[in-house]
Structures are given as C-alpha cells and as structure tokens.
C-alpha cells in the first residue's frame, strides 16, 4: 500500500477576506452559498460568481508563491536580509483586493472593505494560529484522517487553506489545494478532518481522472 498523503494547513487571511466579501455583499457562489442576502453593494459595481472564482485562483496562486518562496529562501550571511526579502512578497501578497479582475470600480470598493477588516482578519488569524493543535484536531480525528489519507494516490502534498464561513465547506484547486470554510464550533476537528479528507479525496480523483483521459 502506498504512503499516506502528507499535508500542511494554514489560515488565509486574503483568502478569508474574499469569503467576508461574499457573506457581506450576498453573493452566493458554490460551495460559498450558504449565507444571507447581504447588501449586494459589490455586486452593483461588477462582482458576480466569475471574477469571484478568478480572484480567488489568483490568491490561491499567491499562496502557492509564498509558500515556494519560503521554502526555497537561502538564508544569507545576514537573516535580516532573508527577512525583508520574505517580508515584502507577503506585503505584495497580503493587498488581496489587488488581484481581482481589472474591474476598477470593484477594485477600489475591496479596497476599502479591505481596510475596514484588516484588523479583525489578523486578529483572527493570530488568535486561530495560538489555539493548540488538540483543539484544532484532536489524536483521535487525526488518526481517523491518516487512515483514511493512506493510499490515495495522485496528491504528493495537499496544502490545506483555512478560512472561516458558516458551513463547513471544501473547495479544491488542482492538483493540489484545498481551501477549507471552517466554523466556529469545532473544537476538536471532527468536522474539519471529514473537510480535509473530502478535499483530498476529490483533487485525488481529478487527478485519475486527467491520467485517463491522457494519450
């Protein structure tokens, strides 16, 4: 039997923040779409599900950057140097309203959604990245999720994106993320283990599926 599949997790703050845009605003885009009318303020200047979903692949591309960025830093004689390097693509990155569509009227209203919830976001994140492990997946969820990572094929590493919503919900993007709308009241991980499984399963199966239809 082949090796489990192995993963990281973390929060997305940018990522996080295009899901507040959607529960603020009402936009409902699959699997996103279980939260309340809202204002529909952005969708009045452009926002619809596409440039949603294509903003949100540009902030998954981000991630893919910063997490290849901080693998392959050499840290040079003076760290400090590595840390300004690392700094400023997180600087460039973490502008999300940046990379939505050139749709400037859009552009300009994230922007200052982005500002009105920068704090909240980074105090939920820090608050998210000091809970402790066991009450972010218990040994017993975590066993339960290796066992059933073990012998899928066809994901060599699955990068987990955490972001909040009020369902749990899992949206992959191939070959190998999955973002994951975690709700408040899972202490413990039950529901975030079955969310990391699915998302795993899903991207494996993509991944079948792109090897079948290959010459």
């Given at each position: 039997m082949s090796a489990a599949i192995s993963w990281t997790a973390d929060v997305s703050l940018p990522l996080d923040f295009a899901v507040r845009v959607l529960e603020r605003d009402g936009l409902r885009v699959r699997p996103f779409d279980i939260h309340a009318e809202g204002d529909g303020s952005v969708r009045a200047l452009g926002l619809d599900a596409e440039s949603w979903t294509a903003w949100v692949r540009a902030l998954v591309g981000g991630e893919r950057v910063l997490t290849s960025a901080a693998a392959a830093l050499e840290i040079p004689l003076r760290p400090s140097i590595a840390a300004d390097r690392l700094a400023d693509k997180v600087r460039d990155y973490e502008d999300p309203w940046t990379k939505f569509p050139d749709i400037k009227a859009v552009r300009d209203r994230l922007a200052d959604l982005w500002s009105e919830n920068r704090a909240e976001g980074m105090r939920w994140r820090h608050a998210y990245m000091m809970t402790r492990q066991h009450d972010l997946l218990a040994p017993e969820h975590h066993r339960r999720?290796?066992?059933?990572?073990?012998?899928?094929g066809g994901v060599p590493h699955l990068s987990v994106l955490v972001v909040r919503y009020s369902s749990p919900v899992v949206m992959v993007f191939p070959p190998d993320v999955c973002v994951v709308g975690?709700?408040?009241?899972?202490r413990g991980g039950r529901a975030y283990s079955e969310q990391i499984e699915t998302g795993a399963r899903a991207l494996a199966a993509q991944d079948a599926g792109a090897d079948r239809k290959a010459p």
């Open positions: 999720l290796s066992r059933a990572l073990q012998g899928l975690r709700v408040e009241h899972d």
